[in-house]
C-alpha cells in the first residue's frame, strides 16, 4: 500500500450522528471524508432513518417542524460549508487491524484499499424491523411509524395498534396510551415476551387492548393508513382492525456488518463504546444508532457525533497529527 493518501479522518456513515461529526472535524481543520451510503442500499442510506420520515417536530430550534429529507439536507450543507468532502458511495471493506486504517468502497478484493485515515469514525446508524407487507414503504410516515417517542403526538385521540411483544412493543404501546384513545398491541403469540413489570403495567392500562395469536397480513389506505388485516396463527382465520396508526417495534438491527471481526460488537450487534465514543481499536470512534440501542432519536445522534468529532481530534492531537 504506497500511494493512497492518508487522510487526518474518514467518517463512514452519514445520518444526524456522520454529518455532526463532519461538521465539527471540518471546523477543527481536519479535512474529513464522509462517505453517505447509497440510496439504492437500505442499511447505509444516505441522511440516515431522516430520510424516510415526514414532519420532524421535537428536534430543538425547529418550533414549527421541519421534515426529515429537509433537516438532513441542512446538515449537509452545513458540513459541505466548513470543507467536508462528501462520498456518495457504499463501503465494502474496511481494515482497522494496523495503522493507517484502510478502507474500501467499490470491489472489496481489490489490493489496494481506496482510501487510508489516521482515524475513523462510524456512523452507520440501526435500521428498524419491518413487517415485510408490500403497503409499508408507501403508508411509512403516513400513519405507519417505528417510534412512538418521533410521531406519538400526531396520533391523538386516534385508535392505533402497536406490532410486537418484547420490552419495546409495550413501552411504545405505554407511551401512546397518552395520546391515543386506544391502543391494541398485536402479538403473534398468547403471552407476550416483555419482562413482568413491563407486562403488569400493560394490563393494568385501561386503554391497551390485546389481539392474541395475530400477526399483520396486510395494511389498507390510500394516503394514509384506516385499518389492518390480522391473520390468526392458530387457525388462519383474517380480520379487519379499524386503526389509523400501526406502530412496528418488532426490533432494530444495526448496520455493523462490515466491521465484524474488527470491532467489539455487544451480543445485540450493536457496536461497543466506552468513555465517550471510544471503540476497542485505538483510533476508531463511533457516534449515533450504531452505537446506542436504547435512545434511537435524532438530537441525541447529534450529540454523540458531536462527542465522537472531539474525541477524534483530541486523540489526533494526543499523537501529534494534528
Known amino acids: 500500500m504506497s500511494e493512497t493518501p492518508i487522510r487526518n479522518v474518514i467518517i463512514i456513515g452519514s445520518g444526524p450522528a456522520g454529518l455532526t461529526a463532519a ?5 477543527a481543520n481536519l479535512e474529513p471524508l464522509l462517505i453517505e451510503g447509497e440510496p439504492s442500499s437500505t442499511s447505509d442510506q444516505p441522511g440516515g432513518q431522516l430520510m424516510l420520515t415526514t414532519e420532524v417536530e421535537n428536534f430543538p430550534g425547529w418550533p414549527d ?16 460549508r466548513f470543507g467536508t468532502e462528501v462520498i456518495t458511495r457504499k463501503v465494502s471493506k474496511v ?5 493507517p486504517f484502510s478502507v474500501w468502497v467499490g470491489d472489496p478484493d481489490t489490493a489496494e484499499p481506496t482510501y487510508r485515515a489516521r482515524s475513523i469514525i462510524v456512523s452507520t446508524g440501526a435500521q428498524s424491523l419491518m413487517l415485510g407487507l408490500p403497503e409499508e414503504s408507501r403508508l411509512l410516515g403516513h400513519g405507519l411509524s417505528t417510534c412512538a417517542t418521533c410521531d406519538g403526538f400526531f396520533f391523538r385521540d386516534h385508535d ?7 420490552d419495546s412493543a409495550i413501552e411504545e404501546a405505554l407511551f401512546l396510551t397518552k395520546f391515543a384513545r386506544s391502543v391494541t398491541l398485536v402479538h403473534r403469540r398468547d403471552e407476550l415476551r416483555a419482562s413482568k413489570i413491563m407486562q403488569d403495567r400493560a394490563f393494568a392500562n385501561d386503554k391497551i387492548k390485546f389481539a392474541w395469536n395475530s400477526t399483520v397480513v396486510g395494511i389498507t389506505g390510500d394516503q394514509t393508513v384506516e385499518s389492518i388485516t390480522l391473520e390468526d396463527t392458530t387457525n388462519g382465520e ?10 412496528v417495534a418488532i426490533g432494530h438491527k444495526p448496520n455493523t456488518d462490515l466491521f465484524k ?12 463504546t466506552h468513555d465517550g465514543s471510544l471503540t476497542d481499536v485505538e483510533g476508531v470512534f463511533a457516534c449515533g444508532d450504531v452505537q446506542d440501542h436504547v435512545y434511537r432519536q435524532a438530537i441525541t445522534a447529534a450529540g454523540s457525533g458531536c462527542m465522537a468529532a472531539i474525541d477524534c481530534e483530541r486523540w489526533l492531537e494526543a499523537q ?3
Request: hydrophobic share 40%; proline share 3%.
Open 320 to 322: 501529534g497529527e494534528h
Open 65 to 80: 417542524g421541519i421534515m426529515g429529507p429537509e433537516l438532513m439536507m441542512r446538515f449537509r450543507e452545513q458540513a459541505l
Open 261 to 272: 471481526g474488527q470491532l467489539q460488537l455487544e451480543d445485540n450487534g450493536y457496536l461497543v
Open 95 to 99: 481494515d482497522f487491524s494496523a495503522q
Open 23 to 27: 461538521i465539527y472535524t471540518a471546523r
Open 160 to 166: 392505533i395498534a402497536v406490532v410486537g411483544g418484547g
Open 238 to 247: 383474517r380480520r379487519e382492525l379499524p386503526v389509523t396508526g400501526v406502530f
